[in-house]
């Protein structure tokens, strides 16, 4: 405890200063009071206001910054305990504590009452013997952390699933309007809750919409139900005014939040510029500002005893929140990416005088960090994601090591979801990504934890282990900084939150911190190359080139496509050579005498690394566009013939995405560097019908490098969807009408569709709802009967497939899914979570019933992650799915479900080892007969 105290921020530690200050107000207040009565009472006694000791007070409240009381740290029950709750005592923990700036771990208990943390570390006995109904949870020394906490979530006004009785993120009645409050929108019925808690997130900021400059007030909430069941009944330490209730002008005032946005957003909603939003921003200050003037003046008067004409104090209700930022009052969340915007906001913190609590995704923060510096009163914390980026213009020079280089430049890092862009249940995720990108472990967990409980003025309860504060805990599977780290039990307010979690095993290597490559090398490249290093892989010159220190290889047989490790040694000693465009003998030395006695070789020291077969994306618009937000860096869209007129010239064409082909897209060389070096690619399509789909390099420079476009045409891509503006049932009908109709095989469009109906073509349904599917199983039995024939049909999306697995496999049918389900959309309520809210993931159960799965990424960013989404895959099916196995689904299973016939025959190789251990260093062609340095 003591050590506790010593490391409490300036914020905590200033309480200590508020009795004085306090008892000196009182004191203040009283005598200016007496003696505006005693100089004026003869002669001006009807000047004197009834309620001039309030508005004494009231002026001596307008100086008192936020925190919690004096006493806070003395509390015995929070404020947020919920009768009935049992005393818990977590046995044999690993404890990350958050103290020592996210360095200490201690091996102990901790014991928890009355919704707060009661002790940490050795717990007396005799204490324990005084709980009669002490619940034991042992956690075997597992690591415990402190809840997650999210700067920056849409959680309960973004609901999931999405529906417009419930779309409360933002209003686009004015560019600012900090008058807005989160809370009038938060959905107590949001299915995110429960999945996020399952991810270990306790609190979250939930902050209005980024469509207006001042988006309105943000509200810090934790996400456990409540009993109350109500909005309010979730809020963290609301500012006092919130309900109307009395407010003690004595009494220090809680932090409040808002949201501020620049750049695209603002602009496009408002069809205006970054001039325009800037000059919003200018008129609102100005505004609050004379408001604060007026009051400062007014006070000067009260509090000098000038009562004469003074009227009333001068307010106003729609300013007020805005005149309480220029207080410094109020943590205020930025939206704000490119080095123009943060330097506008700079700016403006400095001609109105308040300052900034953090930037918000800011990805060309790390490009600028000593403008960051010049923001007033202190540095913005930075916000931000990991490795989701290149969206949007402003996203385009995001780098994956700006958590590093803001680290490295004295900046606080915080990894933030922006719920539902990532989904918050795998907030840890990002922090354990920005570690493997370079930041220190320490401020990887801090920066989902302490860091953004100080950002939002939440230290003194949340975001540490710490006697007396929340008993927000997470006890997890490994260590969380690990690769699918997963809780084994979550507390909020003491309460655990996972009725029977089920968990999975973890090997014993992810319990410590992962050991995670060197890239000193891409963080300098990304600096001197303003966020746009060269990715074009380096083609190696010798013709021999030896892999050695090799721990394990994976091999595909080229004629079942099946994967298997061919090699694995404990002594991690294997060897792979590459000679004049093939490979020539891998495996032991013993079996490739010679391997190291090259004299004009390149050897390549794999470290322990694995050399497998190059994967294969499916599922995102990699290869059709630079920038998904820039219309004019895209393909673009198709016509959908079912919802608009297609124009004449185009009757009966089915598009082929292999037209519309764009290569050297940043996401595509990320995803070549990170192993992914092919991609199967169908048109863009907001409705029915796609169009056909192609199968291209993602190292190709051009279309016409030779083995640029591997396959000009796939399979055939549709849509069913609950969301698509037309009914279901007429989906269906066109489908039948489609496969089975006779008129209409003249065109392209029928000879396809007579193609997919006899089995030629596969066909790939873009299908969520286990209704529509079942629909679908049915409608191809029915066109299999008519035609004798046997159709390829594949699934993509299927987040309610699991509950057919057994009918989806008896089908044939095989199926591509997300690693990570989110109940975005209605028709994808019914996921299956897995661990630990399920036993089993959708991709196991799957599996279970004999379908073929193929691994799904639906975000051209985050292709380049796939090794992971594979390796987690694994990790999740707690020993039901193999290495081997994985990796098809990330490679040949995506082939097959798509129709590729000419298998991708790359080898990927790693150096350290082949997930959060190791990074991809080389890629080895058998078809072109070289090996690229990435
Ligand atoms: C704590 O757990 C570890 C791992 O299960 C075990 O080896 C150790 O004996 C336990 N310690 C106590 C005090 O129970
Ligand atoms: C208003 O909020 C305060 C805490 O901020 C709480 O103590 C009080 O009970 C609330 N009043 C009502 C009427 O809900
Ligand atoms: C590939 O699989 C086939 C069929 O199971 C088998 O006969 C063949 O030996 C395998 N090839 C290799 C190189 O393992
Ligand atoms: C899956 O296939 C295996 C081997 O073909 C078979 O033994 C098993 O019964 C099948 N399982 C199911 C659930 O269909």
Redesign the pocket.
């Known amino acids: 405890m003591e050590k506790a105290t010593g490391s409490l921020t300036p914020s905590l530690k200033s309480k200590k200063r508020v009795k004085p200050i306090q008892f000196t107000l009182l004191l203040l207040a009283v005598f200016s009071y007496s003696l505006t009565y005693l100089l004026w009472s003869d002669t001006h006694t009807e000047t004197l206001p009834i309620n001039a000791a309030a508005i004494v007070a009231q002026c001596r409240a307008l100086h008192l910054t936020p925190g919690p009381p004096e006493d806070f740290g003395s509390r015995t029950e929070s404020d947020r305990f919920q009768d009935g709750t049992k005393p818990t005592l977590i046995r044999n923990a690993t404890i990350w504590t958050g103290l020592d700036n996210g360095n200490e771990v201690i091996r102990g208990d901790i014991l928890i009452d009355k919704g707060l943390i009661k002790k940490v570390g050795i717990v007396d006995e005799s204490i324990l013997r005084s709980y009669a109904d002490l619940v034991v949870l042992d956690a075997a020394g597992s690591w415990v952390s402190p809840g997650v906490v999210d700067l920056h979530s849409h959680v309960g006004v973004m609901s999931a699933p999405l529906l417009n009785g419930a779309s409360d993120t933002n209003s686009i009645k004015g560019l600012v309007q900090p008058w807005l409050r989160s809370l009038d929108g938060l959905n107590t019925h949001d299915d995110a809750y429960r999945l996020s808690i399952s991810g270990g997130v306790t609190v979250a900021n939930v902050l209005p919409g980024s469509a207006n400059a001042i988006g309105g007030q943000a509200f810090v909430i934790k996400l456990r139900p409540t009993t109350e069941r109500s909005s309010s009944a979730m809020l963290l330490e609301p500012p006092f005014s919130l309900n109307g209730t009395y407010v003690d002008p004595f009494q220090r005032p809680r932090w409040r939040q808002m949201k501020h946005a620049c750049g695209e957003n603002p602009s496009r909603v408002y069809s205006g510029t970054r001039m325009d939003t800037q000059w919003a921003f200018r008129q609102g200050y100005n505004t609050a500002r004379k408001i604060k003037n007026k009051q400062d003046a007014y006070c000067a008067k009260a509090l000098a005893g000038e009562w004469k004409d003074l009227g009333d104090f001068p307010e106003d209700l729609q300013w007020e929140a805005l005149v309480d930022v220029l207080r410094g009052r109020v943590k205020v969340q930025n939206h704000c990416y490119e080095a123009v915007d943060l330097d506008g906001i700079v700016r403006l913190t400095n001609e109105f005088k308040f300052s900034i609590a953090a930037f918000h995704h800011a990805h060309e923060a790390y490009l600028v960090p000593d403008l960051i510096k010049k923001a007033y009163g202190h540095p913005p914390a930075v916000a931000i994601f990991a490795t989701h980026g290149r969206y949007k213009r402003e996203a385009y020079r995001g780098s994956e090591f700006a958590p590093r280089i803001l680290a490295d430049n004295g900046l606080d890092v915080v990894m933030k979801s922006d719920h539902p862009i990532v989904n918050s249940r795998h907030l840890i995720h990002q922090a354990q990504q920005a570690h493997y990108f370079g930041l220190a472990a320490n401020l990887a967990l801090a920066s989902v934890t302490s860091t953004p409980a100080r950002i939002m003025g939440q230290d003194h309860r949340i975001g540490r282990i710490i006697e007396g504060f929340d008993a927000d805990v997470v006890v997890w599977d490994s260590h969380p900084l690990a690769l699918g780290a997963t809780p084994k039990q979550v507390f909020i307010d003491g309460i655990a939150q996972l009725e029977n979690p089920y968990t999975s095993h973890k090997p014993e290597s992810a319990q410590h911190i992962p050991h995670t490559p060197d890239f000193e090398k891409e963080i300098s490249d990304a600096i001197e190359h303003e966020g746009l290093p060269p990715l074009e892989p380096e083609t190696a010159k010798s013709d021999v080139v030896v892999f050695w220190n090799v721990g394990s290889i994976f091999l595909k047989n080229k004629t079942t496509r099946g994967i298997s490790e061919v090699f694995t040694s404990a002594l991690k000693d294997g060897v792979l050579v590459f000679e004049n465009g093939r490979i020539t003998c891998s495996g032991s030395l013993e079996a490739c005498p010679g391997a190291l006695s090259y004299s004009n070789a390149l050897y390549l020291n794999l470290e322990g690394g694995t050399i497998y077969p190059g994967l294969v994306s499916y599922g995102s618009t990699l290869g059709l566009g630079h920038i998904p937000g820039e219309a004019s860096t895209n393909d673009g869209p198709v016509f959908d013939p079912l919802s608009a007129q297609v124009p004449e010239i185009l009757d009966g064409s089915v598009i082929k995405a292999a037209d519309g082909l764009l290569f050297a897209t940043r996401d595509a060389l990320l995803a070549y560097c990170s192993g992914v070096t092919s991609a199967v690619t169908a048109p863009t399509s907001y409705g029915f019908l796609a169009g056909l789909s192609t199968v291209f390099s993602t190292a190709a420079a051009h279309k016409l490098v030779d083995g640029a476009v591997i396959q000009e045409v796939a399979a055939l891509h549709v849509e069913l969807s609950l969301s698509s503006g037309i009914s279901v049932s007429t989906q269906i009908a066109a489908l039948r009408e489609l496969l089975l109709g006779e008129g209409k095989k003249e065109g392209h469009l029928g000879r396809r569709f007579s193609e997919v109906a006899l089995g030629k073509l596969p066909l790939v349904v873009n299908v969520e709802s286990a209704d529509i599917i079942a629909s679908l199983l049915v409608l191809k039995k029915e066109v299999e009967a008519a035609k004798g024939s046997s159709i390829r049909l594949t699934i993509a999306g299927a987040t309610e497939g699991h509950l057919l697995a057994?009918e989806i496999?008896?089908a044939g049918v095989g199926v591509l899914i997300e690693q990570r389900p989110y109940p975005m959309q209605w028709e994808q309520k019914r996921l299956l979570p897995g661990p630990p809210l399920t036993q089993s993931s959708a991709i196991a159960t799957l599996v279970?019933?004999?379908v073929t799965v193929g691994i799904l990424v639906g975000d051209p960013s985050q292709v380049r992650n796939t090794r992971f989404d594979m390796a987690w895959a694994e990790l999740e099916s707690n020993g039901a799915l193999r290495r081997s196995q994985v990796l098809e689904m990330a490679s040949s299973n995506v082939e097959t479900l798509l129709g590729v016939v000419e298998s991708n025959s790359d080898l990927v190789a790693t150096s350290g080892g082949s997930d959060f251990d190791g990074k991809v260093i080389a890629i080895i062609s058998s078809r072109q007969g070289t090996v690229h340095l990435v």
């Open positions: 057994k496999g008896e279970s019933h004999n």
